[in-house]
């Protein structure tokens, strides 16, 4: 049996306590990162042709966001929505606090599993708008 077994409860309580806390700050912390202008270009010279997504980010919070994970929802000029994707992990360089980004992001096609799509290739005259929401945002450690 352990002597100092209260000793070992508080430090691993206080391990658990931060490590919640982090996660936290981030959940909270997406509302300090907004969508700026975003476009869906496709490259015909490619074959077969490849969309990307422009899109600008702004970090107006007082930390780095070194990623973030985002959710794009496709709609049809009807309003229904055709298919929605989660991108993780999209950004190439770390946003630095109360500054934008604009980036250019690959939106991947899968031949084989339309599930893996980023973008509804075999739909994609049916496209008429998409939205994206921020879901998830990972800080900088410095």
Same mark, same amino acid.
């Given at each position: 049996?352990?002597?100092? #077994?209260?000793?070992?409860?508080?430090?691993?309580?206080?391990?658990?306590?931060? =490590?919640?806390?982090?996660?936290?700050?981030?959940?909270?912390?997406?509302?300090?990162? !907004?969508?700026?202008?975003?476009?869906?270009?496709?490259?015909?010279? !490619?074959?077969?042709?490849?969309?990307?997504?422009?899109?600008?980010?702004?970090?107006?919070?007082?930390?780095?966001? =070194?990623?973030?994970?985002?959710?794009? /929802?496709?709609?049809?000029?009807?309003?229904?929505?055709?298919?929605?994707?989660?991108?993780?992990?999209?950004?190439? !360089?770390?946003?630095?606090?109360?500054? /934008?980004?604009?980036?250019?992001? #690959?939106?991947?096609?899968?031949?084989?599993?339309?599930?893996?799509?980023?973008?509804?290739? /075999? #739909?994609?005259? !049916?496209?008429?708008?998409?939205?994206?929401?921020?879901?998830?945002?990972?800080?900088? =450690?410095?």
């Amino acid at each position: 049996m352990i002597k100092n #077994r209260y000793p070992v409860i508080f430090i691993c309580l206080m391990l658990l306590l931060c =490590s919640g806390t982090k996660k936290a700050a981030a959940v909270e912390y997406t509302d300090n990162v !907004e969508v700026g202008e975003a476009d869906i270009r496709v490259d015909r010279n !490619e074959r077969p042709p490849i969309f990307y997504l422009i899109m600008e980010f702004k970090n107006n919070g007082d930390k780095k966001v =070194s990623n973030l994970n985002f959710e794009i /929802s496709y709609y049809a000029k009807e309003g229904y929505l055709i298919k929605k994707v989660l991108m993780k992990n999209a950004l190439t !360089e770390e946003i630095p606090q109360r500054e /934008s980004r604009k980036y250019k992001i #690959r939106l991947r096609n899968d031949f084989f599993d339309d599930k893996n799509e980023q973008y509804p290739y /075999s #739909r994609k005259n !049916e496209v008429a708008e998409f939205d994206i929401k921020i879901t998830n945002v990972k800080l900088a =450690s410095k």
